[in-house]
């Protein structure tokens, strides 16, 4: 019977780690007019704002019109 550091180590050996590849902004802009096209405002703007500020999903979702500053020329 295996214990549990046994198993620990076998999984990690076993285990082929892949990082997520980042969304490049062609397709972030892609993803935002779609939504526009949705009429889905919301998500255009949660999209762009999460990519540009580099927002996690968490964040974005915790997001308050409070918390957000524009600033003018």
């Known amino acids: 019977?295996?214990?549990?550091?046994?198993?620990?180590?076998?999984?990690l050996r076993t285990l082929t780690r892949t990082r997520a590849?980042?969304?490049s902004a062609d397709l972030v802009r892609a993803m935002a007019c779609v939504a526009m096209l949705q009429k889905n405002v919301r998500l255009a703007f949660a999209l762009l704002l999460g990519f540009v500020g580099l927002l996690?999903?968490?964040?974005?979702?915790?997001?308050?019109a409070k918390?957000?500053?524009v600033y003018g020329d």
Do not use: A, F, S
């Open 67 to 69: 918390d957000i500053k």
């Open 1 to 11: 019977m295996w214990t549990t550091r046994q198993y620990h180590t076998h999984w």
């Open 56 to 64: 996690r999903t968490g964040e974005i979702l915790d997001l308050l």
């Open 21 to 23: 590849t980042p969304l």
